[in-house]
């Protein structure tokens, strides 16, 4: 016998999670399929994000931080560590209870609010009525611990995505690493390599760094960051290779050579660097961060033929409906930036539709942040963007030097840049790097969202000592009066 609902959410990530809760708030009985399992094979919701992604990584980022504060810096506020020591276990351990709460925090959530959680893989099977072609609704099949067949009225998929691996070097995790093995290195890497010098690759960079691996970074791109603004990019660079990470750009990487799964081994890297001369590297472990691709895996698309595009995202419109009546789908596994936020507000977005409401995703005000030291944070558009569609526009920059907090914090790296529309000072784009750019880039989504000019920013009184001053005398900058610099 099928269990009906009147709407079925297939993954358990940010995008399909929180879709889930808002489908119940407004009253639709839901169903949320998850496969994730956990070390003990129990349920683990919360996808990518929880398990692999934004949150052990943000906790492994926090607890590497503090190694390196104490171990070169804390001297600087006369304090003394006499025998810093890692225990990596115990660094690993919190982590990985830190990713628990919140799985255990998503299952209290679908409970809070009614929502049925299926632990399995959800398969499209076929549409409820043939005849009807999926308007009466799909049948999806559940293959977990038990086999079940739900009907879903509404389906919405949030499948998430997968990371992306060299051709000829398939992840082992053991010495060739995705994300997933790049959270959980059991020894600190004398040498880790990195190939792809984005997101993943300059946090996890990152974490190993601090914790003493000596890392290099080989980019395919000849430019640092080229979806960052230019000057912020330049900025972030200098950074850092001042903390020593080696980052090689413009190279191009063959053959990648490791042992067998299982064996641990170094892997060597060849490729050709930016001058186009032959070049080895040898290191101790490998992460690949060269993107990620869409997941489908199980979800039987072609059985009820769902379209795919070239890239292998199922092809969505700009509600996120699929080419299937009654068939949305949100997150990684569609097309736009791969961001938990994003896959959170069309989640939210189609449930809304779904009840008849006008749900809506700003695509030009959603936030980046990449949780560096130092952070780097933007929305809208970069100066190069702006350039590039013959836009008139002012800048203003105000650096962290110049902000009292910033000085007492010991941190005074980097910069707030303002773009602002040069005739009607709209707020076009604004671009972080520094201390807490993750924090404070959310007034600059605020004002964008609610079309603020920068003299709006300029005029709001903004509390002191704080970074969030340096936003304002930015915002200042575009009219060339800041009063700290
Ligand atoms: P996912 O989170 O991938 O979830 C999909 C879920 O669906 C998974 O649980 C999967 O098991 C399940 N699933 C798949 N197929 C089936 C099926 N057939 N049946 C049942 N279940 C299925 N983004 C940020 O915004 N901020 C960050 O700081 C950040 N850090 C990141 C760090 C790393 C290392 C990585 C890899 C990613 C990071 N991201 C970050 C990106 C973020 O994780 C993704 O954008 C986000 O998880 C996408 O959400 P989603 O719901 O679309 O998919
Ligand atoms: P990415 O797209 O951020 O960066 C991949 C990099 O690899 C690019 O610079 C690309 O030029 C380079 N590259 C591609 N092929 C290459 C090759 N063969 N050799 C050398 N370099 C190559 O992808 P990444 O870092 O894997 O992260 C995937 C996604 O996960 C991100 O785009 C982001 O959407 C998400 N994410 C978000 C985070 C955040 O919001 N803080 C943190 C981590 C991931």
């Not at 600087?76 to 830190?98: F, N, P, T, W």
């Not at 789908?329 to 539709?353: F, I, K, N, Q, W």
């Not at 560096?372 to 105000?398: M, N």
């Not at 914090?409 to 076009?428: H, N, P, R, S, W």
């Amino acid at each position: 016998m099928s269990k009906t609902f009147d709407v079925v959410v297939i993954g358990g990530g940010p995008g399909g999670y929180i879709a889930a809760i808002r489908c119940a708030q407004l009253g639709f009985n839901t169903a949320c399929i998850d496969e994730w399992k956990n070390e003990k094979g129990g349920p683990a919701p919360g996808g990518t994000c929880t398990n692999v992604g934004c949150i052990p990584s943000k906790a492994l980022l926090q607890s590497s931080e503090h190694f390196e504060h104490a171990g070169k810096h804390f001297a600087e506020h006369g304090i003394g560590v006499k025998e810093l020591s890692l225990d990596l276990a115990k660094m690993l351990g919190r982590k990985d209870a830190v990713v628990k709460q919140n799985n255990d925090g998503i299952l209290y959530l679908f409970k809070k609010n009614k929502v049925s959680f299926f632990h399995g893989r959800g398969s499209f099977v076929k549409a409820v009525d043939a005849n009807q072609g999926g308007k009466g609704g799909w049948e999806i099949a559940v293959a977990g611990a038990t086999a079940e067949t739900l009907v879903g009225k509404q389906v919405i998929i949030a499948t998430g995505s997968n990371a992306r691996a060299l051709p000829g070097a398939p992840f082992d995790e053991e010495n060739i690493l995705s994300n997933d093995g790049a959270l959980r290195i059991g020894g600190v890497p004398r040498k880790l390599g990195l190939i792809g010098s984005g997101v993943i690759g300059l946090e996890m960079g990152s974490v190993w760094r601090r914790l003493g691996a000596e890392v290099t970074v080989l980019e395919a791109l000849p430019t640092f960051l080229g979806a960052v603004d230019e000057q912020i990019a330049k900025e972030a660079q200098k950074a850092f290779v001042k903390q020593g990470l080696k980052i090689e750009l413009g190279v191009q990487v063959g053959d990648v050579k490791s042992g067998k799964k299982g064996q641990p081994s170094q892997v060597s890297i060849a490729y050709t660097d930016a001058k186009g001369a032959a070049q080895s590297l040898v290191v101790d472990k490998l992460i690949v961060s060269i993107g990620r691709v869409p997941n489908i895996t199980g979800l039987e698309a072609a059985a009820v033929g769902l379209k795919l595009d070239e890239r292998g995202a199922i092809v969505v419109d700009g509600e996120c409906r699929t080419n299937l009546p009654g068939v949305w789908a949100v997150g990684d596994v569609v097309r736009g930036p791969m961001l938990a936020h994003r896959a959170e507000e069309e989640g939210v977005a189609v449930a809304e539709r779904i009840a008849g409401q006008h749900g809506h995703v700003n695509f030009n005000t959603i936030p980046w942040v990449i949780y560096t030291s130092p952070e780097i944070a933007w929305v809208g558009e970069t100066e190069q963007q702006l350039k590039a569609r013959g836009a008139a526009y002012k800048a203003g920059t105000f650096p962290f030097m110049a902000n009292g907090r910033a000085r007492a914090l010991g941190d005074t790296t980097g910069m707030v840049k303002f773009l602002a529309d040069a005739k009607t000072d709209e707020i076009l784009g604004v671009h972080i790097v520094g201390p807490m750019a993750s924090e404070l880039i959310s007034e600059a989504v605020v004002a964008m969202e609610f079309k603020a000019s920068s003299e709006d920013i300029a005029r709001i009184c903004h509390a002191h000592p704080s970074l969030s001053e340096a936003t304002k005398e930015a915002a200042l900058a575009v009219d060339k009066r800041t009063l700290n610099f």
